[in-house]
């Protein structure tokens, strides 16, 4: 790329941030304002909303264990998929029928401080399992029995016996709602502050001429479109890093600490800038600000609630799981739950993740581009 093109965009970019750092409170309070009415309103609910599909296996088959089972679909956290043998339940496990198996033990529910159940999950369900792990728990507690672990799985490793699974402690994965919310909340404020950033600027521009008098000069369209690319992704980029401090305050943690808030903000930045990409286009071929809200909003609402943002999209119905799975959203969110949630980003995920942002974000951006018109 010629390096004027840079200059120019960098130029471009400038100049957007001027103009936002002239307005830089009400940008903010408007980009920000919806995500904290969700977390204030829906960041405490509990796991009510999770209704990840679970097996049981019941190896102790009384009165009590039968009522731990009713007990768990008695809320939408948990949907009990049936009663299976262990083996059953483990190959469920590995073809994705279900999120986790309940294993309870013969001597449930223990007097004697000693575990009476415990939970398989596999490793692509472990960041929307985590806080159906915490209410199996609380419902054992009910019974006065002790769920000692969980264990994960690999998607292709063979599924052993009990006796040889190694348990972890339980306390590794996360327990909190909020923790679950933030992830698709941080997508949201991403998508929102990008939309209504570089296209809204590109818009701006054309209705009061300025987009005229950058094409009468040596300017190029390149540069104009990635300059507003880059203020985009920056703007959204602010309004995350605000989003979080409040989530923070409200007790949101980062389990993989500062390395993960670092991976968040990689995350951000790349999907913030496919999501301009977009957004530019939107708004060279839609000519009034009233008109681009409208269809910008009736493209993003859906592609972030299909995203998870709510609960896991393993909970959908099959024909929006389809549509998940091509949703680019759908992997940001992911991405920022591995850190948010678990304190780990596996390898095998960082590729999968990264990789469908990455192409979405060099497709959508080389589009911009391509099809940017100098017309007025």
């Given at each position: ?108 529910p223990s007097s004697a401080n000693t575990d009476s159940i415990y939970v398989y999950y596999s490793n692509s369900n472990l960041n929307t399992i985590g806080a159906g792990v915490s209410y199996i728990t609380s419902v054992a507690s009910e019974f006065d029995a002790k769920v000692g672990g969980s264990s994960t ?224």
């Open positions: 790329m010629d390096w004027n093109v840079i200059e120019d965009a960098l130029t471009i970019f400038k100049r957007e941030m001027i103009i936002f750092r002239a307005n830089w409170k009400s940008n903010i309070i408007r980009s920000i304002i919806f995500p904290v009415v969700i977390l204030l309103f829906f960041g405490n609910i509990g796991n009510g909303t999770f209704s990840s599909p679970i097996a049981v296996t019941n190896l102790a088959n009384n009165p009590q264990s039968i009522s731990f089972i009713n007990a768990l679909g008695n809320q939408k956290s948990l949907v009990v998929k049936g009663l299976v043998s262990e083996s059953t339940g483990l190959a469920m496990l590995q073809n994705g029928t279900v999120s986790a198996l309940v294993v309870i033990l013969p001597n449930f799985l690999g998607l292709n490793e063979p599924a052993p016996p009990s006796s040889q699974v190694k348990l972890v402690s339980t306390s590794a994965v996360s327990i909190s709602y909020l923790d679950f919310l933030v992830g698709g909340v941080i997508a949201m404020v991403a998508a929102f502050g990008t939309i209504f950033g570089g296209g809204v600027s590109l818009i701006t521009d054309r209705q009061l001429g300025n987009l005229k008098m950058f094409l009468v000069t040596p300017i190029s369209g390149t540069a104009v479109i990635l300059g507003k690319t880059i203020y985009g992704t920056v703007a959204a980029l602010i309004y995350v890093v605000v989003a979080l401090g409040i989530a923070t305050i409200m007790g949101a943690k980062i389990a993989m600490g500062i390395a993960g808030l670092a991976w968040i903000l990689a995350i951000v930045v790349v999907i913030s800038m496919g999501l301009s990409g977009v957004a530019l286009i939107l708004a060279d071929k839609i000519k009034k600000f009233e008109v681009y809200t409208i269809i910008a909003n009736a493209i993003v609402l859906p592609l972030w609630f299909l995203s998870g943002a709510f609960f896991p999209a393993s909970a959908d119905p099959a024909w929006m799981q389809i549509i998940s799975s091509i949703d680019p959203l759908t992997y940001a969110v992911s991405g920022i739950r591995y850190v948010m949630l678990d304190g780990y980003f596996p390898i095998n995920a960082i590729l999968t993740d990264f990789g469908v942002l990455i192409l979405f974000t060099v497709v959508a951006v080389f589009l911009a581009v391509k099809l940017f018109k100098k017309t007025i």
